[in-house]
Structures are given as C-alpha cells and as structure tokens.
C-alpha cells in the first residue's frame, strides 16, 4: 500500500545516505526539506522531496499534513520497561526525605522490584508490560530496548527475558533485549556478593545465551553493586556466547566503568551523570556510544549528564528514557528530549539526533531506523499544528503528537 503524505509543513531528519551516527558539532546539524512531500510503500520510506516538484503518484491514501511536522520516531536504547508492581510508596518516602540509596539500605529499591517480579505470574507480567509498551508507542516510540534485571533469580531472569521475547513476538516496533542480572545483588547473597556473580555468569547467562533470551549484557558498574573486576568477568564471559555490552556506569560514582566497558567494546555506555576529564578522554576514538537518561535525573535530582562537556570533546551522544519503576517511572522520549535542551543545555538539534539516529546506534538499528532515508523503515511521528521544530522541547510537557507510524502503520 502507497501512503503519501502532502504539504509537510517541515520533514525532519532527511539523510540521503544512511549514516550510522552522529558526534560532536555533526549533532549541530538537522537536515530538513520544508513544505515537503513523503510517500510509504507498506512498510518502509520509499520517497520523499520538496512539494514544488512532486512527481505524479498514484497513492492508495493521501494525508494532508499541511502545517504539521513529520520526524523519525524516537529510538529509545535504554529501558528496563517489563517489571511488575509499581513504587509510589517510596516516591513518597523520598519526598519525606529519604535518599534513594538510604531506600535500598531499608530493602527498598531494586530489590522491592525483585521481590514483586518473582511473585507475580509470567502472564501478569507480561500484561502490565504490554500496557507501557503501548504507551510510549504512543508517546512516539519507535524502536525501544528493554532490560532484564528485577528477577535476580535464574526463574526470575528468565521469567522477564521471555516476557520481552513475547512482546518481541506480538509487537509490530523492534525491541532488542538485553540480560541484565547483574543489577542487584540479591539480600541472600549479601554477605557473600561473588557467589552471586558465580550465578549470573555461571548459571543464568549460559541459558540466556541456549534459550536466545539477550542481544546484549547489562551491569550496574556502581559503588554497592558491582565492581569494575566484576564487570570485566561478567562481559568477558557474555563475550564467549556473543552478547555485546551495554551498561550502567557512571551514575553515581566514577570507578572505571567507563573504561571497563571501552575495553569489551561495548556499544553503550549510559547514565554517565558523574564524569571525570578522563572518562571523556576514553572514550574518544572508540565505537561505543554515551547514553545520557535526563528523566532519571530529574526525577532522582542527581546531576545531569555533562551533555556539553561530551559533545565538545567531539563525542556522539544518545538520549534515552531509563524507564523503570524505581528511578524514572516515565517511558516519555519527548520529555526527554525537553530535558535535554533546558537541563544539558542541548540544542533542539543535538536533541533530535540524540533521541533519533544515535539511539538507533546505541541498538544497532541505525540501517534501518532513526532517519528518513528511502529503504528504511517507515517509523516516524506525524506532529499537531505546531509553529517549527524547536516548539517540541519548549513547550515540554505539552503533547505535540497527532499521530505515530510504526512499520507503516498507525499506532
Ligand atoms: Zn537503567
């Protein structure tokens, strides 16, 4: 089927050539055709040019988008979005004056998530999952990765890899998935943390890896979790069974993650809010990309990814949301992509190719989405009347969405 879509008010994100990302003064620059014209054949871009010189097409459906936007959707490369139950109880408690870290000191925290992900039922799991997917689809979310790592048993890792696998299944969006039990170490295993990690990599990951549950591996790099030793025995052996690193670093403290993760050529390093002059310099001439979660932030009031320090060390930068039900209950990329340019002093620019051709990257999807490129997949979200691009992150919170086209279809 020929969808055309007419008297685009501004087409955003045009790439002639696929490229696989952007970095440091590349991200300044936001290629668009004004007063434009796009036409989807089933389910991928198949042309697209200025409305002056629109050639004669015979289209199934025309759609007049006359005073409205259209831009790759957003490709959201960090989230953990299958869990069960929420945590407004300690959204409260911290509002009382409680730090997060003091939260998961009370048993709080990721393992209060642990603890209802292995009571509740694999379908009810799966059912409260679909319901968020649904939802940051409609947010503009067209390509999402989701994480593992409120199980922290072998049951409960698996239990939530296969949930993603289903959503995988039943979901016309790309989701990667990634293994992530080295999140939390679990209260059993307090005294004894490295048996924990014997677990995971001993235990768990080889089904992960038989079963084909994971892409990628995920750790929680952190001060109380796990350590830079353990993250390279943990990627190490998730080298052997193919699963490319993506982990948390950075968040809190800086211990050497970054470079841990540079190390086993991880395609992404995310959090990044406490960045020393060398973390930045380790990751120049490398392929792997920073991830920067701004939601998480805020809703933590921790510091936000030095965004600029990074890009003007010449660096690519990726947006993403971290959604999750401990420190970012939010899947919203467009608050994201707010956050970015009021808090990290980001351009509207630098935003949109963060939250499009570099989340692409950080889930090796950049050939095929984050751009509108003829060939690639037709994912892109038709805006509201709205004045020019730069309206989207100013005027945050506003839904500025008309309507989202996944694989060529409404969501
Ligand atoms: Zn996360």
Same mark, same amino acid.
């Given at each position: 089927?020929?969808?055309?879509?007419?008297?685009?008010?501004?087409?955003?994100?045009?790439?002639?050539?696929?490229?696989?990302?952007?970095?440091?003064?590349?991200?300044?620059?936001?290629?668009?055709?004004?007063?434009?014209?796009?036409?989807?054949?089933?389910?991928?871009?198949?042309?697209?040019?200025?409305?002056?010189?629109?050639?004669?097409?015979?289209?199934?459906?025309?759609?007049?988008?006359?005073?409205?936007?259209?831009?790759?959707?957003?490709?959201?490369?960090?989230?953990?979005?299958?869990?069960?139950?929420?945590?407004?109880?300690?959204?409260?408690?911290?509002?009382?004056?409680?730090?997060?870290?003091?939260?998961?000191?009370?048993?709080?925290?990721?393992?209060?998530?642990?603890?209802?992900?292995?009571?509740?039922?694999?379908?009810?799991?799966?059912?409260?999952?679909?319901?968020?997917?649904?939802?940051?689809?409609?947010?503009?979310?067209?390509?999402?990765?989701?994480?593992?790592?409120?199980?922290?048993?072998?049951?409960?890792?698996?239990?939530?890899?296969?949930?993603?696998?289903?959503?995988?299944?039943?979901?016309?969006?790309?989701?990667? !998935?990634?293994?992530?039990? %080295?999140? #939390?170490?679990?209260?059993?295993?307090?005294?004894? @943390?490295?048996?924990? &990690?014997? +677990? /995971?990599?001993?235990?768990?990951?080889?089904?992960?890896?038989?079963?084909?549950?994971?892409?990628?591996?995920?750790?929680?790099?952190?001060?109380?979790?796990?350590?830079?030793?353990?993250?390279?025995?943990?990627?190490?052996?998730?080298?052997?069974?193919?699963?490319?690193?993506?982990?948390?670093?950075?968040?809190?403290?800086?211990?050497?993650?970054?470079?841990?993760?540079?190390?086993?050529?991880?395609?992404?390093?995310?959090?990044?809010?406490?960045?020393?002059?060398?973390?930045?310099?380790?990751?120049?001439?490398?392929?792997?990309?920073?991830?920067?979660?701004?939601?998480?932030?805020?809703?933590?009031?921790?510091?936000?990814?030095?965004?600029?320090?990074?890009?003007? !060390?010449?660096?690519?930068? %990726?947006? #993403?949301?971290?959604?999750?039900?401990?420190?970012? @209950?939010?899947?919203? &990329?467009? +608050? /994201?992509?707010?956050?970015?340019?009021?808090?990290?002093?980001?351009?509207?620019?630098?935003?949109?190719?963060?939250?499009?051709?570099?989340?692409?990257?950080?889930?090796?999807?950049?050939?095929?989405?984050?751009?509108?490129?003829?060939?690639?997949?037709?994912?892109?979200?038709?805006?509201?009347?709205?004045?020019?691009?730069?309206?989207?992150?100013?005027?945050?919170?506003?839904?500025?969405?008309?309507?989202?086209?996944?694989?060529?279809?409404?969501?």
């Amino acid at each position: 089927m020929k969808q055309l879509f007419t008297n685009i008010k501004e087409l955003l994100q045009v790439r002639e050539n696929t490229v696989d990302k952007l970095s440091g003064t590349e991200m300044k620059e936001l290629p668009t055709i004004k007063n434009a014209w796009l036409l989807i054949e089933d389910d991928k871009i198949a042309d697209y040019g200025e409305m002056k010189s629109i050639p004669k097409i015979n289209a199934d459906k025309t759609i007049d988008a006359e005073g409205k936007i259209i831009l790759p959707s957003w490709c959201d490369s960090h989230t953990h979005i299958v869990y069960a139950g929420n945590r407004e109880l300690e959204f409260a408690d911290r509002i009382n004056g409680l730090s997060y870290e003091e939260i998961a000191n009370r048993g709080g925290g990721i393992l209060n998530s642990a603890k209802t992900l292995q009571e509740t039922p694999e379908e009810e799991v799966y059912k409260q999952s679909a319901k968020r997917l649904e939802e940051v689809m409609k947010l503009g979310t067209g390509a999402v990765e989701i994480k593992s790592g409120y199980g922290l048993t072998e049951e409960g890792e698996l239990k939530m890899l296969r949930v993603i696998k289903k959503l995988q299944q039943n979901y016309n969006i790309p989701i990667k !998935a990634t293994f992530l039990g %080295a999140h #939390a170490i679990p209260k059993e295993y307090k005294e004894k @943390p490295d048996a924990y &990690m014997d +677990l /995971v990599i001993e235990k768990i990951l080889p089904k992960v890896a038989e079963e084909n549950l994971a892409e990628y591996i995920d750790i929680f790099c952190e001060k109380g979790y796990f350590s830079v030793a353990d993250t390279h025995k943990l990627l190490s052996a998730a080298k052997k069974f193919g699963l490319k690193p993506k982990i948390h670093v950075n968040q809190f403290n800086a211990i050497g993650g970054i470079q841990a993760g540079i190390e086993h050529n991880a395609l992404s390093v995310d959090h990044l809010e406490v960045m020393r002059p060398e973390d930045i310099e380790s990751l120049k001439d490398t392929t792997t990309m920073p991830v920067a979660l701004p939601s998480c932030s805020l809703f933590l009031s921790i510091p936000y990814t030095p965004a600029r320090e990074i890009l003007e !060390a010449g660096l690519p930068l %990726a947006l #993403a949301t971290d959604f999750n039900p401990g420190s970012t @209950p939010s899947g919203n &990329m467009n +608050l /994201v992509v707010s956050l970015a340019c009021i808090k990290m002093k980001m351009t509207p620019e630098e935003a949109i190719n963060a939250a499009t051709i570099n989340g692409a990257y950080a889930m090796e999807l950049s050939e095929t989405h984050g751009s509108i490129t003829r060939g690639k997949q037709a994912n892109f979200i038709l805006t509201k009347e709205i004045p020019s691009y730069t309206f989207l992150p100013y005027a945050f919170g506003t839904n500025s969405i008309e309507s989202v086209f996944i694989n060529g279809k409404t969501v």
